[in-house]
Each structure stands twice: as C-alpha cells, then as structure tokens.
C-alpha cells in the first residue's frame, strides 16, 4: 500500500496547487495564531480555490474555541479536523467531520491506550514533542518509540527529502506529513523541495 502524503502550513494558492499536481494526498490549512504559518479563513478560502478534486482539505486547530471550529467549517471546505491540542474526544467529535488527533510522543506515550480514548479519530499523529510547542518544531522524534497499533498512524516531525524514506521503512505509517521540511522560509512552499519529498516517498 503507498503511502499518503499531507503538506501541511500552505498559506499560498499557487503552494497548494503545486503540491496537488506533485501528488499530495491532503493540504493542511492551520488556524491556530500563534504559529507563523497561520491563516485567516479569507487566505484558507483562497488557498483552496480551485484545488484539484480528490485533495483533502485538512483545518488544524489548537486548543479552540468551538465558536473559532465552527465559523471556519462555515466558510471553508473542511474535509478533515486535525486537533493539536489538548482537546479530549467528546470535543473533538462533535462538529461531524472526520478528524485526526496529533499526539506528541514521549518515551512514556502509550499509544494502544490513545488509540483507544480516541476511538473516534481517523488516525492518530504522531509529532515530536517539545515542551510549550504544539507542533511545527522541526525537529525529529526517537521513531523506535512507535507502536503498531489497530488505528492509521500519520508519521510528523523534522521530515524531509534526507530522511522521509528511511522513516517510511522503519515505521510503514498510512501517511507522512510535512510543513518546515519543504519550505524556502515559514510559510512559503519551496516547489523544488516538495518534488524531492514526493520523489523520496515514491522511492520508499
């Protein structure tokens, strides 16, 4: 089975586009402002214009506010929810889309136990963990620290072009995602490097 690809931080129509058209399973749009890659919905509902069919849309919210869920489901095309935060799974399921829930790992993260309270999840994240950081660091996590578990597992965390492939063969997760690894500078896309990370997972 192939692995799936999600590009993630996209604030640029022509980014999106172009990781459609390399073969990007999903794009994802994050609404959490604090981050340098966050988008207002006025940007998210240009980014995804005219995005090619069959490419999720995947909206990525910290700890919110259900009002701040809702009124971004009101005015963009959501196709998935991926909660970064600390929201429990009754928080998570109630606004009747598909959605992923990131989990941060540490040597002591149970994940047979997570997929279980998250029962209702689509698949579980697995990101590297930094104190006060909910994601985006950059940066890797001890991969032998994952798993197997009955739920899709999306690997994050410092990947790239170097190391995508070798992180697919040790974890075999449902899908990869990335943000800082195919970026020129926070935010913008560099299209060179999103087609040396497709090229990579198509080599794994």
Request: proline share 6%; glycine share 8%.
């Amino acid at each position: 089975m192939r692995t799936r690809v999600k590009i993630c931080g996209l604030t640029r129509q022509q980014d999106a586009d172009f990781a459609a058209d390399s073969g990007a399973d999903a794009i994802g749009l994050v609404f959490y402002p604090p981050s340098p890659r966050a988008i207002s919905v006025a940007q998210a509902q240009n980014v995804t214009r005219g995005l090619a069919p069959f490419v999720s849309t995947v909206a990525l919210f910290v700890n919110p506010d259900v009002a701040d869920v809702s009124r971004c489901l009101d005015a963009v095309s959501v196709d998935i929810i991926q909660f970064h935060g600390d929201e429990s799974p009754e928080f998570c399921s109630q606004f009747g889309k598909p959605y992923i829930k990131a989990i941060r790992m540490k040597p002591d993260t149970n994940l047979a136990q997570l997929s279980e309270a998250y029962g209702s999840a689509q698949a579980l994240l697995l990101d590297a963990y930094q104190p006060g950081v909910p994601g985006g660091t950059g940066t890797t996590f001890d991969w032998s620290l994952i798993r197997q578990i009955e739920k899709p597992i999306i690997l994050a965390g410092g990947l790239n072009a170097d190391n995508v492939a070798e992180a697919i063969k040790q974890v075999r997760p449902f899908a990869v995602d990335v943000s800082g690894g195919v970026e020129s500078e926070k935010g913008i896309k560099s299209h060179d490097k999103i087609s040396a990370f497709m090229r990579e997972v198509a080599n794994a």
